[in-house]
């Protein structure tokens, strides 16, 4: 089963995601919304951002990442 970006488990067909919305509209199960109307995890998640990825990480790492990507947008497109 597809799992969430906190780990929670996901429906994968439609009838099951109907009754996941089913029972946050009939209150069974809550919603975490932030006081603006966002998704409180992806907020969470975005807050994580490069910033936190980075510093997790050698500067040996961070190079080589920076490497790759400068090669693959430096990178000719022949059609």
């Known amino acids: 089963m597809p799992r ?8 994968r067909d ?15 199960i809550e919603d975490k ?18 910033k936190a990825r980075a510093a997790g990480m050698s500067a040996k790492k961070r190079k080589a990442i920076a490497k790759k990507a400068a090669a693959v947008r430096w990178k000719s497109r022949r059609c």
């Open 14 to 28: 439609v009838i099951g995601n109907a009754v996941h919305v089913m029972r946050i509209a009939t209150g069974q």
């Open 33 to 50: 919304i932030t006081d603006d109307g966002k998704n409180a995890a992806a907020v969470a998640l975005g807050r994580m951002g490069g």
């Open 4 to 11: 969430g970006p906190k780990g929670e488990r996901r429906t």
